[in-house]
């Protein structure tokens, strides 16, 4: 990746809704090599999608909680697929140290989390889990400094 992908990225990042024209004249390369490179970026991984980007508060999940998950010896596969199931577990990753698995979870309320919590836990994969509520996001997803 050169500057110029990187300033390509930070100003798609800064202007979501902007055309390749206006990426072209906003960084001041033809319109052309933008469509390239967003083409190549996009077949690299490096642009994963050009969807919006939703609000789990605003959509009604105001409640968002990191549950550290430990499996049964073996049993990965089959925790997954029960994770996978439950629709409000935004997203799961393995990880090394204590618990085998962190997942982010969003919820109506407190009371709703603690359904999602017991749905997790019947599933025999699941050993034990550990949950955290998010009180506040102090810094949200960024990637604009590693680009820059």
């Not at 050169?2 to 001041?28: I, Q, W």
């Not at 979870?105 to 025999?124: F, G, K, M, N, Y």
């Amino acid at each position: 990746m050169d500057d110029l992908d990187a300033r390509l990225l930070v100003t798609m990042r800064a202007h979501p809704r902007v055309g390749l024209t206006e990426l072209a004249r906003l960084l001041g390369v033809a319109r052309g090599t933008v469509q390239a490179r967003v083409e190549k970026l996009t077949a690299r991984g490096v642009i994963q999608d050009f969807g919006p980007t939703v609000s789990p508060a605003a959509a009604g999940y105001p409640i968002l909680a990191f549950v550290w998950l430990q499996i049964a010896q073996g049993r990965l596969e089959e925790a997954v697929a029960a994770l996978g199931a439950v629709p409000q577990i935004l997203e799961v990753h393995g990880t090394s140290g204590q618990h085998d698995l962190l997942c982010r979870v969003v919820a109506r309320s407190t009371d709703h989390l603690q359904e999602i919590i017991a749905r997790i836990l019947a599933s025999p994969a699941v050993q034990r889990t550990d949950t955290t509520i998010a009180l506040s996001t102090q810094i949200p997803y960024r990637i604009e400094p590693l680009l820059q």
